[in-house]
């Protein structure tokens, strides 16, 4: 049986761009590395990067693609079954899509399955893991594209008024929604132990985006000559992830290591109360009601 005296951490998107890079530093600092992918491959490969680093624990894989809530499901239970606690869980996966709305196996619009209502069932299943741990901490990837956000609440698949730019905006802007909620909700229920903030990485210099073709990813393939390394983006993922300065830090939101304020229109009590609401009957699990 594997020793799971480290500290254990689960990344999504950990096989590319700054999931790949936290992932790696992560093990290097000496935690127990598990990479929640949809490729075997690509996962194999990060986990022989791993396995290359002196002293590191060996990376562990679940598959599954957050697109598909069953598959969330079942990787929530085989971690369950697995792991004693969970102590960092880092949502990082996230995509843009094309100009063609798409749907997920479950019927929902893709964008929000992913981005969005993935992570927030993977977080919901796994909270009891991560009120194990002495200390815990939820870190969810967001982007300074919500400002570009423009959600309707009786049009959260996208139906009416669908583009690719706009569902990953607002996707984001849920995220770190999410996030507050959360935290609002964690310090309501008495649960002292488990953090969560919202970060944005800046913007990468990577593939992200760029078999989408709107205008978002066209402007960030022509920006990329200035943009970040993934080795910069992560470094905020990575702080927020292991550094006692903000150990008991929750519900913010950074960028450059540094909280900064959420301005959005849309971020009202009543907004964030039915969004939650909305989000638990999607995915069909309640999350500190």
């Known amino acids: 049986?594997?020793?799971?005296?480290?500290?254990?951490?689960?990344?999504?998107?950990?096989?590319?761009?700054?999931?790949?890079?936290?992932?790696?530093?992560?093990?290097?600092?000496?935690?127990?590395?598990?990479?929640?992918?949809?490729?075997?491959?690509?996962?194999?490969?990060?986990?022989?990067?791993?396995?290359?680093?002196?002293?590191?624990?060996?990376?562990?894989?679940?598959?599954?693609?957050?697109?598909?809530?069953?598959?969330?499901?079942?990787?929530?239970?085989?971690?369950?079954?697995?792991y004693p606690r969970l102590d960092v869980l880092l949502n990082n996966a996230g995509l843009i899509l094309d100009a063609r709305r798409q749907t997920s196996p479950d019927g929902y619009e893709l964008g929000l399955a992913t981005n969005y209502l993935?992570?927030?069932?993977?977080?919901?299943?796994?909270?009891?893991?991560?009120?194990?741990?002495?200390?815990?901490?939820?870190?969810?990837?967001?982007?300074?594209?919500?400002?570009?956000?423009?959600?309707?609440?009786?049009?959260?698949?996208?139906?009416?008024?669908?583009?690719?730019?706009?569902?990953?905006?607002?996707?984001?802007?849920?995220?770190?929604?999410?996030?507050?909620?959360?935290?609002?909700?964690?310090?309501?229920?008495?649960?002292?132990?488990?953090?969560?903030?919202?970060l944005h990485p800046g913007v990468i210099a990577s593939g992200f985006g760029g078999q989408s073709g709107n205008w978002l990813a066209r402007l960030i393939q022509l920006a990329r000559p200035f943009l970040r390394t993934a080795e910069e983006g992560a470094q905020t993922s990575i702080y927020l992830a292991t550094d006692a300065r903000v150990a008991d830090v929750s519900g913010g939101y950074f960028s450059d290591k540094k909280p900064v304020a959420v301005r959005h229109s849309f971020n009202t009590p009543a907004n964030v109360r039915q969004l939650w609401e909305a989000t638990e009957e999607l995915v069909g699990v309640g999350l500190l009601a």
Do not use: W
């Not at 530093?25 to 992918?37: D, I, N, P, S, T």
């Not at 939820?138 to 959260?156: F, G, K, M, T």
């Not at 008024?161 to 849920?174: D, E």
């Open 1 to 82: 049986m594997s020793d799971y005296s480290a500290p254990i951490a689960l990344i999504t998107g950990a096989t590319s761009g700054i999931g790949r890079v936290t992932a790696i530093e992560l093990a290097r600092r000496g935690y127990c590395v598990v990479l929640l992918a949809r490729s075997a491959d690509k996962a194999a490969a990060v986990q022989a990067e791993i396995a290359a680093l002196p002293g590191a624990a060996p990376a562990e894989v679940l598959l599954a693609d957050l697109a598909d809530l069953g598959q969330v499901r079942y990787a929530a239970a085989q971690f369950n079954a697995r």
């Open 118 to 198: 993935g992570p927030f069932l993977l977080t919901a299943l796994l909270l009891d893991k991560l009120r194990q741990s002495p200390a815990a901490r939820i870190v969810n990837v967001a982007s300074e594209a919500y400002h570009l956000a423009r959600p309707q609440l009786d049009d959260l698949q996208a139906e009416r008024h669908y583009g690719a730019a706009r569902v990953y905006a607002n996707t984001k802007l849920f995220n770190i929604l999410f996030t507050q909620e959360l935290a609002r909700r964690l310090r309501a229920h008495g649960i002292a132990n488990v953090t969560t903030n919202a």
